[in-house]
Nanobody, 128 residues
Framework: QLQASGGGLVQAGDSLRLSCAAS????????MGWFRQAPGKEREFVAAISSSGGSTHYADSVKGRFTISRDNAKNTVYLQMNTLQPEDTAVYYC???????????????????????WGQGTLVTVSS
């Protein structure tokens, strides 16, 4: 089970750190991703990290502002979000992908279908 947390209401320019904690599953075996879904929009890729942490992948819209990391000893993945903008407002979901590897092309990290397990989302609201 994956549990995302850390969302909240912030102002534009602020920072938040989301966490995704796993229980009953060892995340070190999985590539992990963050996706988000804004009201009335489809779920979209935000960031992903390989199982070892050796490769990271970002959507263009968050590159340079967001950082994904993982602590396999704590069975937790993080998403550090800086310089938040109103367009970042969404429910953020973490997900685990067993078939993704360090050598997987970036494209596959961005696909929802590459992920087998999904957590409940955490709401991030950025006011202007």
């Amino acid at each position: 089970q994956l549990q995302a947390s850390g969302g909240g209401l912030v102002q534009a320019g602020d920072s938040l750190r989301l966490s995704c904690a796993a229980s009953g599953r060892t995340v070190s075996r999985y590539a992990m991703g963050w996706f988000r879904q804004a009201p009335g929009k489809e779920r979209e890729f935000v960031a992903a990290i390989s199982s070892s942490g050796g490769s990271t992948h970002y959507a263009d819209s968050v590159k340079g502002r967001f950082t994904i990391s993982r602590d396999n000893a704590k069975n937790t993945v993080y998403l550090q979000m800086n310089t938040l903008q109103p367009e970042d407002t969404a429910v953020y979901y973490c997900a685990a992908g067993g078939a993704l590897t360090y050598y997987s092309a970036n494209y596959y990290y961005t696909l929802l279908r590459s992920y087998d397990h999904w957590g409940q989302g955490t709401l991030v609201t950025v006011s202007s």
